[in-house]
């Protein structure tokens, strides 16, 4: 069984922009060999969102997609709601600010008082009841073939993304089946997610039969909000934290970790997989190649 296929940029609704020069910075330096060298930097900038009147978070972020994080921020912490009618979306580049307008009048100011740092790069935040409904998610039961996750990993290892340009970055990717179809990345893994989270709201899309692919840590900050997102499946190169773990098997969202080549872990869900593939016919990832302006 052959189960890598042909990369196709074009498959992506949404794929990274590695050579857009706004989020990168060309910065010289020293190597290790006393050489000058020129490398690019991610940029970091801040955005401050506000939900109508109220000023709700300023986030470090690279800067793309601005409207879709909002939303998906706003969306995950509980301030947007699935049927609130979104009127208007305002990002003001200059003054780095996004308001998102409401049909329905808001008011957060107790809820802001309790905020939680959270483990991710570029210290996210959320907010103190970030548990509250997670009780009542019900995932669907959306089998999940084996096969579709060896083409996923191989797929999105392969696009040119701006981790292999510049590094310091997260991505995450909404999958449905073995296509990946929108890739966001940032300096945190939370508001890659958010960004995902955001796009999904604009565009209605359905969850029940989707994947979350993320490069970063399984921690229970990705668990919450892919559940409360709806979508039953989370995968990641990377490795878990107890917490997330424990909280994926409390709502029977399948937690699947440590995917490279043949192998993966799945800690939690087993039950929604079908091993339709046999890791033998599975080709081992090749080593990483080094990026720009580094040697390995």
């Not at 969102?49 to 912490?77: H, S």
């Amino acid at each position: 069984m052959q189960l890598a296929q042909n990369l196709d940029i074009g498959d992506y609704l949404i794929a990274p922009e590695p050579s857009a020069t706004r989020l990168t910075r060309a910065v010289q330096g020293v190597d290790h060999n006393g050489d000058e060298t020129t490398i690019r930097v991610v940029e970091e900038r801040p955005l401050t969102i506000f939900l109508n009147k109220q000023e709700i978070v300023t986030a470090m972020t690279i800067g793309d997609y601005p409207e879709y994080l909002a939303l998906g921020f706003l969306r995950n912490q509980h301030m947007v709601r699935d049927d609130d009618e979104i009127t208007r979306v305002d990002y003001d580049e200059e003054l780095e600010t996004v308001v998102v307008r409401t049909a329905r009048s808001t008011d957060y100011e107790e809820k802001m008082r309790r905020k939680t740092r959270t483990s991710g790069c570029a210290v996210g935040t959320v907010f103190g009841d970030m548990m509250e409904g997670l009780g009542d998610v019900v995932l669907a039961d959306t089998p999940v073939r084996t096969s579709w996750l060896y083409v996923l990993s191989a797929k999105i290892n392969r696009t040119p993304s701006l981790y292999l340009e510049a590094g310091a970055i997260h991505g995450t990717v909404l999958c449905q089946g073995d296509r990946p179809l929108v890739y966001m990345e940032d300096v945190g893994r939370h508001n890659a997610v958010d960004k995902i989270a955001g796009w999904m709201l604009s565009e209605k899309a359905t969850s029940e039969d989707k994947i979350l692919y993320t490069t970063g840590r399984l921690t229970s900050e990705m668990v919450i909000k892919t559940a409360m997102m709806g979508i039953p499946v989370l995968a990641s190169r990377s490795g878990f934290t107890a917490w997330g773990v424990e909280i994926a098997q409390q709502v029977g969202l399948t937690l699947i970790g440590r995917m490279k080549g043949q192998r993966f872990v799945c800690l939690s869900g087993e039950e929604r997989l079908i091993r339709d593939a046999d890791p033998a016919q599975v080709a081992e990832e090749p080593r990483r190649a080094g990026r720009k302006g580094s040697k390995t």
